[in-house]
């Protein structure tokens, strides 16, 4: 073949390159366009949008915070923000709530992640979008979200100047409580209000099935147990790293037996350490449990984590966690710690005896019956421009 024909072939596979490549760029930019969502223009001095924030006060760095948003608001031509703090009866509902009777265009969470799930609950559906200040230990829509943890002045700017992003929103509904001491008959109590106990012997007030919101995880078994467990005084010392001294504790805890049903398929029965149902998977430290997970698919990730062997297991689990994290997946058989994933729009759960069960890192009590949904890009969020 001459020359100029070798160059002929050569030109057009660089153009054929050249095209495909333009292709995956312009659909790549047209999906992000899809989940992002600019925000309004500046608005003029009659056309002001109103900023509201709901704070926990108790949180380290929330002194100071009221003066340093009015200041940033000032800056943009914006109004002073209405101003709202949660109180131990009501972590932030119904002040969000209160945020938007009063006209609110965006509200914002400032504390941790009971904060921000609280105002969440009131903002879902609305098309208000919410903004993020984290002033909590684990911060875990935050981090999932690629936003700045330690750096208020940073969160504060993508909060006011950022673009807003539909996200989806797990619901997790308690079916039945456990029964009053671990390992109980389930059927010997009432199927819609049994009582609930967190202490072996000691009975406490009878509670109806109740519905709870999560953005990020809602976890069965080791990780609500670890989570329960957790020193609030050495949270505060070291953060999240109390979290894995309070794990060590209940390394050699119990392995559940789990009904799981997934859609409209029929429930298998199950031997596990823990099982996550999660929106995202991140989580401090740089662990990722559900590595596939997106904030905005429709789709919950589920997660049955479990080991066998003793510590032994615990460290081939950690293993996994590692490998996934980095994008590798060990599909050896018969592995004494393991930890399996799959999808669902609708998870239904029961375990025998009841166990520990966690949304967002809040422990909602002891269990026997749940199940979980999602609401598919129900929430707005403010992020940071791409």
């Known amino acids: 073949m001459a020359w100029e024909a070798w160059v002929a072939v050569v030109a057009g596979v660089l153009a054929l390159g050249a095209l495909v490549l333009g292709t995956v760029v312009w659909r790549?930019?047209?999906?992000?366009?899809?989940?992002?969502?600019?925000?309004?223009?500046?608005?003029?001095?009659?056309?002001?949008?109103?900023v509201a924030v709901v704070?926990?006060?108790?949180?380290?760095?929330?002194?100071?915070?009221?003066?340093?948003?009015?200041?940033?608001?000032?800056r943009r031509g914006l109004d002073e923000p209405l101003w709202f703090e949660t109180t131990a009866e009501d972590p932030g509902v119904g002040q969000a709530r209160d945020a938007l009777d009063r006209g609110a265009d965006i509200v914002l969470a400032a504390g941790g992640d009971g904060t921000v799930r609280a105002v969440a609950e009131a903002l879902t559906g609305t098309g208000v979008p919410m903004g993020l200040l984290p002033l909590g230990t684990g911060n875990l829509l935050a981090r999932n979200l690629d936003l700045p943890l330690n750096d208020p002045a940073a969160a504060l700017t993508v909060a006011l100047d950022g673009w807003d992003r539909p996200i989806d929103v797990g619901r997790l509904q308690v079916v039945r409580w456990a029964t009053e001491q671990r390992g109980a008959d389930p059927d010997a109590a009432d199927a819609t209000t049994p009582p609930a106990s967190d202490e072996p012997g000691r009975s406490a007030p009878r509670r109806p099935p109740s519905e709870h919101l999560f953005l990020v995880i809602a976890g069965l078994g080791f990780d609500a147990a670890m989570v329960a467990d957790a020193d609030e005084q050495l949270k505060a010392?070291?953060?999240?790293?109390?979290?894995?001294?309070?794990?060590?504790?209940?390394?050699?805890?119990?392995?559940?037996?789990?009904?799981?049903?997934?859609?409209?398929?029929?429930?298998?029965?199950?031997?596990?350490?823990?099982?996550?149902?999660?929106?995202?998977?991140?989580?401090?430290?740089?662990?990722?449990?559900?590595?596939?997970?997106?904030?905005?698919?429709?789709?919950?990730?589920?997660?049955?984590?479990?080991?066998?062997?003793?510590?032994?297991?615990?460290?081939?689990?950690?293993?996994?966690?590692?490998?996934?994290?980095?994008?590798?997946?060990?599909?050896?058989?018969?592995?004494?710690?393991?930890?399996?994933?799959?999808?669902?729009?609708?998870?239904?759960?029961?375990?025998?005896?009841?166990?520990?069960?966690?949304?967002?890192?809040?422990?909602?009590?002891?269990?026997?019956?749940?199940?979980?949904?999602?609401?598919?890009?129900?929430?707005?969020?403010?992020?940071?421009?791409?």
């Open 28 to 50: 790549r930019q047209r999906d992000l366009r899809g989940r992002l969502d600019p925000l309004p223009r500046r608005p003029t001095p009659d056309e002001r949008p109103v």
């Open 237 to 386: 010392k070291v953060g999240w790293m109390a979290y894995f001294v309070a794990g060590i504790r209940h390394l050699h805890g119990r392995r559940l037996r789990v009904q799981v049903g997934l859609d409209d398929r029929p429930a298998t029965s199950t031997r596990l350490r823990s099982l996550l149902v999660g929106n995202c998977g991140r989580l401090p430290g740089g662990i990722n449990l559900l590595p596939d997970a997106e904030l905005d698919d429709g789709w919950l990730d589920v997660a049955a984590i479990d080991t066998r062997g003793g510590l032994a297991g615990w460290a081939q689990l950690l293993g996994e966690v590692v490998l996934q994290g980095i994008g590798l997946r060990n599909d050896l058989p018969a592995k004494i710690g393991r930890i399996d994933h799959t999808r669902a729009r609708t998870v239904r759960l029961a375990v025998v005896g009841g166990e520990h069960v966690q949304v967002d890192g809040e422990v909602l009590g002891r269990a026997e019956e749940l199940t979980a949904s999602v609401d598919a890009r129900a929430l707005r969020v403010r992020v940071a421009h791409p």
């Open 55 to 74: 704070v926990n006060p108790t949180k380290p760095g929330a002194h100071g915070l009221r003066e340093t948003l009015a200041e940033s608001c000032a």
